[in-house]
């Protein structure tokens, strides 16, 4: 996408989007200093159009090798101190709190900085200042700084993985993946901005002049998630960012040091102080005062059901001194469900509802909570199922285990609580066993001969706990899919074309999927959001995502 020149200067393509792939368009040099600004020289050259990162093949040796290599440097680093960033400047606080690896919960990956209210009215005040000046940058400085940031990422994409598989517990093919997804929403969301840039097309009157400007809403607050520490957390800050937009980032606190490593190259990106910045604390301490605060324009939030709608109900109060109503984009919970019919390839199925329901221990929006099995193959995909559960390898993430251990003891006790309710409402099939000895690790369990109204089949457990319920026929499995108030993912599994596109009217989810599972979705490929109490299907990674953080500024002025 660009490329540094001997002069410092950055080349960055911008092309027009049209169906042909070598249609001419403008390349800017851009010379982009500390403040993002630069000068711009134009001629024609072909934009390369948007992929997605590959991943990596563990089963090469190289690729082993380099990931070995990657996780004992940043074992040797593990227990530093990670103060806040507030407009550029490092500050420690007499409070800190250690991110452990649930893996091995003795052994301290960092210790982080909490910040008091104090901290949050600086931050507010910093970023309203760099505002002034970032919201003036040209597109495409903002651009090419977020490319110089994807650049940054994909050269140090082992180290940054393997902070995942201490942290969050993560084997090395999710920590690949969340790695992976980082650098993509930094590439498409710079091809995004040069898209709406273009966006302001009015139609002529005849004795006016008339134009329309999108411009950024002003300061915001990014309330990042754990699970996917550094793909949401980049893609919902670099949406924000590019669109002129300056923010301040609340991370999850057993995902603080990742949030830190991102800091550090968003600096080094050349990002202007105060654009991005880094406030941890808990959600009661910083995360409402934030929310509530008059001067905040919009939230950014992926996380619970029960916190966003907290998070929705705060910011739609009118607070002191606050001019607008805030925008608030939520990506909340799910109850994802895998359909399965009589006509479908069973062994593709199985495997397709084991991947999604135990990937990453299950703590997954997106993952596949609930396998709804039409009666005739229910007994014959339910043995498959627990067959492959049966062979997964449970263990620590450094050693890249199938199953690794779920985040924290909370999250422990949780799921070990509802596996309990579980065994009373069904039939534990697979699994059920733990130890929180050295990690907290919950082997991945099959329930079966669930009503589909039962309490495991309704609330997001979020871990590694499938429930199987047998439906009568292809419709009533489609009735069970959406009798939850979730709506985020469903797989549907047949080789019937007219029941295929009966699912795609009816199933009511965000992001729908036939013959393959439910999690996984791709930046620019699968723009994900869902329906009801999932969010408000804000379609991250999609056409309209950047256009959450703008607004439309019409002109108009007399010619006659």
Not at 143 to 157: C, D, F, G, P, Y
Not at 449 to 464: H, T, W
Request: proline share 4%; hydrophobic share 40%.
């Amino acid at each position: 996408m660009f490329r540094r020149l001997p002069s410092g200067r950055v080349i960055w393509q911008r092309a027009s989007h049209g169906t042909c792939a070598r249609e001419r368009c403008e390349l800017f040099y851009l010379q982009v200093p500390d403040g993002g600004r630069g000068n711009m020289r134009k001629g024609p050259i072909t934009l390369r159009q948007f992929s997605n990162e590959p991943l990596l093949d563990f089963s090469v040796p190289s690729n082993r090798d380099r990931m070995a290599n990657a996780l004992a440097r940043v074992e040797a680093e593990l227990g530093r101190y990670y103060p806040l960033i507030i407009a550029g400047k490092r500050m420690e606080t007499d409070c800190r709190v250690a991110s452990v690896n649930p893996c091995v919960h003795e052994q301290a990956v960092g210790y982080v900085a909490q910040a008091d209210r104090s901290h949050a009215e600086l931050a507010v005040e910093e970023a309203w200042k760099a505002f002034e000046t970032w919201r003036k940058v040209p597109a495409e400085g903002r651009v090419a700084t977020l490319l110089r940031l994807s650049t940054i990422m994909r050269e140090r994409k082992s180290e940054l993985a393997a902070w995942l598989v201490f942290e969050v517990g993560k084997n090395w093919a999710e920590a690949d993946a969340d790695v992976a997804e980082a650098i993509d929403f930094c590439e498409y969301y710079a091809r995004e901005m040069i898209r709406c840039d273009g966006l302001n097309q009015v139609y002529p009157h005849p004795t006016e002049y008339n134009m329309q400007r999108y411009i950024p809403l002003g300061v915001g607050v990014i309330i990042s998630p754990w699970n996917f520490p550094l793909a949401i957390l980049t893609g919902m800050t670099t949406a924000a960012v590019v669109s002129g937009n300056t923010v301040i980032i609340k991370p999850a606190n057993t995902a603080g040091v990742i949030a830190a490593k991102l800091m550090d190259l968003v600096e080094e990106a050349g990002f202007p102080p105060g654009v991005i910045n880094y406030l941890p604390s808990s959600g009661r301490t910083i995360g409402d005062y934030l929310v509530q605060h008059p001067q905040i324009r919009f939230i950014n939030f992926t996380g619970s059901k029960d916190v966003g709608l907290r998070i929705n109900e705060a910011a739609a109060k009118c607070q002191a001194g606050q001019i607008w109503i805030k925008r608030v984009v939520a990506e909340m919970g799910g109850k994802d469900c895998i359909i399965v019919d009589e006509t479908a390839d069973l062994d593709k199925a199985a495997t397709g509802i084991v991947k999604s329901a135990f990937g990453y221990q299950g703590q997954k929006c997106s993952a596949c909570s609930r396998a709804i099995i039409v009666d005739s193959v229910y007994d014959e995909v339910l043995e498959k199922v627990c067959k492959m559960t049966s062979e997964l390898t449970v263990g620590e993430a450094k050693a890249n285990c199938d199953v690794n251990a779920v985040i924290d003891d909370r999250a422990y006790e949780k799921i070990l609580d509802y596996i309990e309710i579980g065994h009373k409402e069904g039939r534990i099939v697979e699994g059920g066993g733990s130890s929180s000895g050295v990690g907290y690790y919950i082997e991945p369990t099959v329930i079966e001969g669930l009503s589909p109204y039962a309490r495991v089949a309704q609330e997001e457990i979020f871990g590694p706990v499938l429930a199987f319920i047998r439906a009568d026929s292809y419709d009533h499995a489609v009735e069970i899919a959406n009798c939850t108030e979730y709506g985020l993912t469903a797989s549907v599994y047949s080789r019937d074309r007219m029941r295929l596109e009966i699912a795609k009217d009816k199933v009511h989810v965000g992001n729908l999927y036939l013959n393959r599972h439910c999690t996984g979705a791709l930046v620019g490929v699968h723009p994900f959001g869902g329906f009801n109490m999932s969010g408000t299907c804000s379609k991250a990674g999609g056409p309209d995502y950047l256009l959450l953080f703008m607004q439309a500024k019409a002109i108009s002025e007399a010619t006659q």
